[in-house]
């Protein structure tokens, strides 16, 4: 072989190297994603459980505020039947705002407010809403991601072929929760 | 920033091969120059040696060294749940794969830094300082600078850095030793083989390095941890949408009055804000370890449109000059704006982050019907004590012995495990509560605790544990 044949094979073994690379890079960050996207389902659920120890304890100081406690529990019980995606989406956030009316509400009463079991259980609400905030942020930052690499010049060419699809962001269709709660008197 | 975790590992690997040159290099040459060939081979070997016993030293617990040395104590999810879901928080935002331990620091200047080269020995520590003076929005910000520089393996970076460096200096003291109290009369064995000129070579380049080569590497690291802090800036912003957070709090932090007294010029770099120069201003040389922090607080509060990566590139252009990302990373960043302030105040009280100090180091707390708390080192001697405000005397919370005739199949399995006879703490409160082992050790139980029992680490007596019926 002369040395155009040994160019060509070199410039062959760098191109296929290359194409391993690129390759199991996708293969990575698809992964975070699926890894990111479980993330806020661990998230979510972490929420549903916390929910009837929080019933629980305010049903002990504020017994009359029936109507709120069973919203919360009904949204919660929605929440985790539904199924499809955008239905999951929509249960949410109805239950964000059952837990948002549940929580203005025991303002009302300075005796639970004082209990270190409800004190405990806000701060773990409150935290794991902030949890669902951060893992639907990571997740959107991952997507972007993904799709830019898959949609770049070079790796465009075998993306498809290997089924390295575009994926889709989490979105807040609720304009109401996109907005910092604000609590007035 | 994917591309920098990769450009991180390569950048540390080629660290490792270019120090250990230098090192070999000063061994070689200082070696030629007392007995020519063979000396070139024991100073080779004497440098080898000196960096593999720092690498053992950095593989097998170098945290710990840092982390006792600053006196930091380990924090369980109980002592400060908001603390703990902020650095989770923080994780979630990141995609960092692991959770770090927790420390804390008994300290008034507030300041944090991250350890750790592998994911079971990763931490982050914060100062009582940072605690009690940051509210939520500063304090989110520091800690997603010390997750970004966990995330970025900044941290398993600059540790490498600080072996090196200590490495080489600690050889070119050696061969300044030698070459002072052993002159150069010495090279008898030289040219054996005609290859002098090679020696000499040798030799000057291994001198020069035993000179210069601390200097060099000194740069090398301080140049840098400064590029890294910016780095992690930029990536805090991102992971928490609001840069403003990171910035009052660097505010905050510069105008502590105190520094930290354990802080030397070696440990410095690990913080978030040079423990140091406190009370002055640092002098933005390339000898310092971080980048001048109002500088840091003028790129910060220069993004005003969005809180991403190129958004900060954009402000660290206009606020200072030059270029800081690499391009690739610039181009998978998407526009993310900034979030409005959540306007929390901050987590904890000073009050109450002494008793997590105190809890933290062991001691017990004793609250007094006067109102009064007292806190007892462990293993106190008596089991009572006056109250130094009221002179009551109360007695302090220890576990009895069980009544035999009590539970009789707990009693065989708790027995059988142990072969003592079980010990019982019924308790009094829903918060936290102080309790005596029989072997004098104090431990404490959090509200969150709800197991029926548990083992005394000193003694390892199962102790069981009575709860009261929570309410609601």
Not at chain 1, 147 to 176: L, Q, W, Y
Not at chain 2, 142 to 158: C, M, P, S, Y
Not at chain 2, 223 to 251: H, I, V
Not at chain 2, 348 to 354: A, H, L, N, V
């Amino acid at each position: 072989m002369g040395t155009i044949g040994l160019v060509l094979l070199a410039v062959v073994v760098i191109a296929f190297l290359w194409v391993i690379g690129s390759y199991n890079g996708l293969v990575r960050l698809r992964n975070q994603l699926e890894n990111a996207w479980a993330q806020i389902d661990v998230q979510l659920k972490r929420r549903h459980d916390l929910i009837p120890n929080l019933v629980e304890t305010v049903k002990g100081y504020a017994a009359h505020e029936r109507g709120t406690l069973e919203a919360v529990t009904q949204a919660r019980n929605a929440a985790m039947n539904a199924k499809s995606v955008a239905d999951r989406a929509q249960a949410e956030n109805v239950l964000t705002g059952a837990l948002k009316s549940l929580f203005a509400v025991a303002e009302a009463y300075p005796e639970l407010k004082a209990n270190q079991n409800f004190l405990a259980l806000q701060e773990e609400l409150t935290s794991t809403e902030n949890k669902v905030a951060f893992s639907r942020q990571f997740y959107n930052d991952t997507v972007m991601t993904y799709n830019t690499r898959i949609e770049v010049f070079p790796t465009n060419v075998f993306a498809s072929m290997f089924g390295f699809g575009r994926r889709d962001f989490f979105e807040v269709k609720d304009e109401a929760e996109r907005e910092a709660p604000k609590v007035t008197f | 920033m994917w591309e920098q975790i990769r450009a991180n590992q390569f950048r540390s690997a080629a660290l490792i091969v270019v120090m250990a040159a230098v090192l070999g290099l000063i061994g070689y040459g200082v070696g030629t120059l007392f007995s020519g060939q063979d000396g070139a081979v024991l100073g080779l070997g004497v440098a080898l040696t000196v960096w593999g016993v720092l690498m053992i030293v950095y593989g097998n617990g170098a945290e710990s060294i840092l982390l006792n040395h600053a006196t930091a104590r380990e924090l369980q999810r109980d002592d400060s749940p908001r603390l703990f879901n902020i650095v989770d928080e923080m994780r979630l935002a990141s995609g960092l794969e692991f959770m770090p331990r927790i420390f804390l620091i008994d300290a008034s200047m507030p300041n944090a830094f991250a350890v750790g080269h592998t994911p079971q020995t990763s931490a982050i520590a914060v100062t009582t300082g940072l605690m009690y003076r940051l509210d939520r929005d500063e304090l989110e910000g520091v800690i997603g600078h010390e997750i970004a520089h966990l995330k970025n393996r900044d941290t398993q970076f600059l540790m490498l850095a600080a072996v090196m460096l200590g490495s080489i200096v600690i050889l070119s003291e050696i061969a300044k030793q030698m070459l002072w109290l052993g002159g150069r009369g010495r090279s008898r064995n030289e040219s054996r083989n005609g290859d002098g000129n090679a020696q000499a070579l040798f030799a000057v380049l291994g001198i020069v390095l035993a000179i210069l080569g601390p200097l060099m590497a000194q740069l090398l690291y301080f140049a840098c941890s400064r590029k890294r802090e910016f780095l992690a800036d930029a990536c805090s912003a991102q992971y928490t949408r609001y840069p403003e957070g990171l910035a009052s709090a660097l505010e905050k932090i510069s105008q502590s009055p105190v520094g930290l007294e354990f802080a030397s010029q070696a440990t410095a770099p690990m913080f978030i804000v040079s423990p140091l120069y406190v009370g002055r201003e640092e002098p933005n040389s390339v000898f310092s370890s971080h980048p001048s922090t109002a500088e840091r607080i003028r790129v910060l509060r220069a993004m005003e449109s969005g809180s991403s990566l190129t958004d900060y590139e954009a402000a660290y252009h206009r606020a200072k000059g030059g270029a800081l990302i690499g391009s690739q990373s610039l181009q998978k960043a998407a526009a993310q704006p900034i979030r409005p302030p959540s306007n929390e105040g901050p987590i904890t009280t000073s009050r109450e982050i002494r008793q997590t100090v105190c809890r933290a180091n062991g001691y017990m707390t004793v609250k007094c019907d006067c109102g009064l708390e007292m806190n007892l080192p462990e293993r106190f001697p008596d089991n009572d004590i006056r109250c130094i405000r009221c002179g009551k005397v109360l007695e302090l919370p220890t576990v009895q012995q069980r009544d035999a005739q009590a539970q009789a199949a707990q009693k065989k399995t708790v027995e059988a495990a142990t072969g003592a006879p079980p010990l019982l703490y019924t308790r009094r409160t829903q918060g936290w509560e102080s309790v005596r082992c029989a072997c004098g050790r104090t431990l404490q139980i959090g509200p969150g605790f709800v197991a029926p029992y548990f083992k005394c680490p000193s003694c390892g007596r199962v102790i069981e544990i009575n709860n009261l019926q929570r309410s609601a």
